[in-house]
């Protein structure tokens, strides 16, 4: 007998200290089990918001949306949800707010009709205040959005990088917004279902997310770009010349000749082949000459499909870019849209012409000098790296195009500011990867530092600057 002992599951698992214990394995991957992490958390974040709240009163703290320290209710209703609010009652200016000088004013055209109209509908249906619906929304589409990022993930990644990658999500710094009346919760949700779709190649359901996420958040043309990349990766993985994979009857007959003889025909260079396998072949060398054709519009890729990718890619895109112009036809000022975005950037950079790729050099340089610029181009070169490690491509090249996409967005068009930090939950699906979900230490540091964190965010981004 063998002097090696092979130890039992049992004292392995007496023997590893409790803490060590994966999350991941007392977790199934059904649904429920998502939605009970998700619900934990909201519980997590709705106490923070409490406390912080509560806190604030106590200390006279003061709270910069009129009226935001009346309730509860109205705190996680206040900063962006308070326009939310005016667009849910009110609708939208036709006439741009400007000030002394003439300057476009912040105002409601920043914001995307989506969720304050879904908040208006609720309240219209039940007799919901606004800062009751708001919330209530956001909550319910966090949920979704949260059980959609693990069957995003769970066939790239398995099931253990998944779940934690929604234990991250929904305990992350920033996780908090998910539970006040913001419209993250619904963008997240469209994201991630469109990524699920089109994983499935369910092309007209990514359309319909991409088209309402237009008018939800902007940066939805990610997902459109995404859906470019499939195509390109399609093109190229399913496409395939007919002579390069010869099925084994056509490979039996190629060159043949036949000849008149005793029920069977003479194959050249292979001896006698019967009729049966003649068939196959002559019908093989048939599919062979339609694959040709083919060929032509992307190999194996039916020519339907390819047709519902670019549709739904063109409509996608158009939605995109619709909003601007609907503020142009509403108010009748061509750069309506653009005035008011670049409103919020007054007190960082002035009024600068908006030039796109430029926003973070400008405001890097603006602050901190050459050294700003270099942090920038830091940033920049150590999230390309992280896009291009093979951890990160495990995920898929669906989500690696919408992440990359998506970052390349703000690069081009966001002034980073404190909302910087919730406007990178849409990143949310590279917390997946291996290089995090395969170390115990890190996934745990990063669960308990964003848990941590919550608070500090909630003090900072929503007491004293807009999140």
């Not at 939208?92 to 208006?120: Q, R």
């Not at 699920?196 to 369910?202: K, T, W």
């Not at 005793?262 to 082949?273: H, M, N, Q, S, V």
Request: aromatic share 10%; hydrophobic share 55%; net charge positive.
């Amino acid at each position: 007998m063998s002097r090696e002992t092979i130890a039992s599951p049992s004292a392995t698992r007496l023997r590893r200290p409790a803490f060590s214990i994966d999350l991941a394995g007392r977790l199934s991957g059904s649904w429920r089990s998502v939605l009970v992490v998700y619900l934990a958390s909201r519980l997590f974040s709705t106490s923070v918001l409490f406390a912080v709240y509560e806190i604030a009163k106590l200390a006279g703290a003061t709270f910069i949306t009129p009226g935001s320290d009346r309730s509860f209710l109205d705190f996680t209703s206040s900063w962006d949800a308070d326009r939310y609010r005016t667009i849910a009652l009110h609708g939208y200016p036709s006439t741009l707010p400007t000030d002394a000088t003439g300057e476009v004013l912040p105002n409601e055209w920043a914001f995307l009709p989506v969720f304050p109209y879904l908040c208006h509908l609720v309240m219209v249906a039940t007799g919901m205040d606004f800062t009751v619906a708001a919330p209530l929304l956001a909550t319910v589409f966090g949920a979704a959005a949260a059980i959609v990022l693990y069957r995003l993930l769970v066939t790239k990644v398995g099931h253990t990088g998944a779940v934690w990658a929604v234990l991250l999500f929904c305990f992350g710094p920033m996780a908090f917004v998910m539970s006040v009346g913001y419209a993250e919760s619904l963008f997240l949700l469209l994201m991630f279902g469109g990524l699920l779709a089109m994983q499935r190649r369910n092309y007209p359901l990514v359309a319909a997310a991409g088209i309402v996420a237009s008018f939800v958040r902007p940066g939805a043309l990610a997902l459109a770009l995404a859906l470019g990349i499939h195509l390109i990766v399609r093109w190229h993985t399913e496409r395939e010349r007919p002579e390069a994979r010869p099925t084994a009857a056509a490979s039996a007959v190629a060159g043949s000749r036949s000849t008149e003889g005793d029920g069977t025909r003479r194959i050249t260079g292979i001896g006698t082949a019967p009729p049966a396998l003649v068939l196959a072949a002559r019908t093989s060398a048939r599919r062979a000459r339609a694959g040709l054709r083919e060929f032509v519009v992307g190999g194996r890729l039916p020519r339907r499909e390819l047709t519902t990718i670019v549709v739904a890619g063109l409509a996608m895109a158009a939605a995109g870019l619709a909003w601007p112009v609907v503020a142009h036809v509403v108010t009748g000022q061509s750069d309506a849209y653009l005035e008011t975005e670049m409103a919020w950037w007054v007190d960082y950079v002035g009024r600068p012409v908006f030039v796109p790729l430029t926003p973070w050099f400008l405001l890097a340089g603006r602050w901190l000098g050459i050294g700003g610029i270099v942090l920038v181009l830091a940033i920049i070169a150590s999230f390309t790296f992280w896009m291009t490690r093979r951890s990160t491509l495990r995920l898929g090249h669906e989500v690696v195009a919408f992440v990359a996409g998506f970052f390349a967005y703000l690069v081009a068009v966001f002034l980073p500011q404190q909302s910087l930090f919730r406007l990178l939950m849409p990143l949310s699906p590279l917390l997946g990867s291996p290089a995090i979900s395969s170390r115990p230490w890190l996934r745990r540091a990063m669960l308990l530092g964003g848990a941590a964190l919550q608070p500090v965010a909630v003090v900072l981004v929503f007491i004293f600057t807009a999140p």
